[in-house]
Structures are given as C-alpha cells and as structure tokens.
C-alpha cells in the first residue's frame, strides 16, 4: 500500500480520484463510469469523489465518445462525464490521480515541478492484477474491439483499486 492510499475515507472527507487519459472522451471517462458504478455497487456513494480529465483540450465539454458509451450501455455502465483539461489545481484537490498510460503519466507529473505531490500520481494499470505492459492502450483510431479491450482493462483495475480503498472507508 503507498501512502496515497492510506487515510480514512468517511462522508465528510470523502476520497477524491481523477482518471485521466490525452482527450477525456475515451479511457478516462470510462474508468470514471465504472468505478462509480462499482462504487454504488458497494454502497460507498457518498465516500467518494470521481472525476476524469485529460491532459490534452482537444474535446472540451464534449460527452464520451459514442464508442466509449456503446462498449459501457452494453454492459450496464453509464458515462457521465464532459471532457475537461486536467489542470495544476488537480494536483491538490485529489488524493489519487491515475493516468491511462506513460505518456500521461510524465504530463501529469511534469506539472509538479516540486514534486510535491507525485506521491498520488498512479498509473491505472498499477491495480491491474494482469498488468501487461502497464498502459491502458488508446482505442480512439481502432476498431470496437479497442473499446471493449478498454473496458475489460479499466473494469478489472477499478475492482482491484476499490478492494485496495475498501478498509479505510469508515461507515457510519
């Protein structure tokens, strides 16, 4: 366990992720709709904080892309995010920060010239209990089979990373 992981989780301080890949329409939204929903599954709604960014403004305010949104109706999940930058003030708003694959990972931590907060910047294939080669690969010039690669990915590493989160949620 690292230390990004280790605090209590209560209603008041709920715990706060941001998965972030380059546009936000693919990856990273679909990690943020599975683990929410694999939250409420659990019943810790209301402990959590889940958002999703990407280092990149390429798709601003724009839904998931329909591929993305495809491969998670199919299996029940709902995507609810709007893309948005992932900025320096995200650094310190979150307790995790998990980036989708190398590339993202050095952006993020490029913006912490201090190194302040590199103690919470994770990769998502780090909760991978098959980690391959450690990156979430991009589908976004793929075919649907990229997307349902992604999601098989993103849903085995968020189970995983929940589990990990689960004892330091203090029910009330």
Avoid: W
């Avoid at 230390?3 to 329409?25: H, M, Q, W």
């Avoid at 910047?121 to 391959?132: L, S």
């Avoid at 990156?135 to 990915?153: K, S």
């Amino acid at each position: 366990m690292n230390e990004a992981l280790e605090r209590s989780i209560t209603k008041d301080a709920p715990y706060k992720l941001c998965f972030v890949c380059l546009g936000n329409i693919c990856r990273s939204p679909t990690a943020e709709g599975i683990f929410i929903h694999k939250v409420r599954e659990s019943g810790f709604e209301d402990y959590f904080y889940i958002d999703s960014a990407g280092t990149a403004a390429y798709h601003v305010g724009e839904s998931a892309n329909s591929k993305s949104q495809a491969t998670a109706n199919k299996r029940g999940i709902h995507l609810p995010s709007k893309a948005r930058k992932f900025e320096y003030a995200d650094l310190e708003e979150f307790d995790l920060i998990l980036a989708m694959d190398n590339e993202n990972y050095s952006n993020i931590k490029a913006m912490d010239k201090r190194d302040k907060y590199v103690h919470k910047v994770k990769r998502m294939r780090d909760f991978d209990p098959n980690p391959g080669d450690g990156q979430v690969p991009d589908p976004y010039y793929g075919g649907l089979q990229g997307f349902e690669n992604v999601f098989d990915i993103v849903s085995r590493s968020c189970e995983a990373l929940l589990n990990e989160l689960k004892p330091f949620v203090e029910k009330e």
